[in-house]
């Protein structure tokens, strides 16, 4: 697994912090990036992609396998994982958001269009303009909830949930 790691100032979570700087990230093996990080061009990995901490991705993020987010995240480009993508935290995303597994949102996505093969599972908000969803979109929650701007398009069914099922999405 390659890691990539960028150590934060010990002045913890301020405004001033400093984001270390990486030109393109490319691998065939797992990526599992530690922030906080600024990439100038793309992240991909042949396999799965792992972003742990505070990231602005000036590119695209595209993952052959899962794509996994735990923190603050900026992307500029396109997001696409042939796998599961995971936003845990919060995720601005200026272009499109396309997932072939699920999408599971533990926080904030704020993107352009989304679309996602396999299921959608909110636990937080979700605004986009587009959403297209070729599974069941789940909210979970009562303060869960979704804004689509433009279109929306929900092939199987829409369900609310208290808390989170037993099961794995």
């Known amino acids: 697994m390659s890691d990539y790691c960028a150590a934060s100032s010990s002045t913890g979570y301020t405004s001033g912090r400093h984001f270390k700087r990486a030109r ?24 799965s992609i792992k972003l742990e901490g505070d990231f602005i991705i000036r590119d ?19 997001i696409k994982a042939y796998g599961n993508i995971s936003v845990t935290g919060y995720l601005s995303a200026s272009d499109s958001i396309k997932g072939y597994g699920t999408l599971r949102i533990d926080g904030t996505l704020e993107g352009a ?46 369900l609310m949930r208290e808390q989170e099922p037993d099961w794995e999405l």
């Open 113 to 158: 269009d989304v679309e996602v093969y396999g299921n959608l599972s909110i636990t937080g908000y979700l605004k986009c303009r587009i959403l297209v969803v070729y599974g069941s979109l789940t909210l979970i929650g009562a303060s869960s909830t979704y804004v689509v701007e433009e279109s929306e398009e929900v092939a199987g069914a829409k």
């Open 60 to 78: 695209k993020i595209d993952a052959y396998g899962d794509i996994v987010m735990n923190g603050s995240v900026s992307c500029e480009g396109v």
């Open 24 to 47: 393109s990230i490319k691998s065939d093996e797992p990526l599992h990036l530690r922030g906080p990080l600024e990439v100038v061009g793309s992240v991909k990995s042949g396999r």
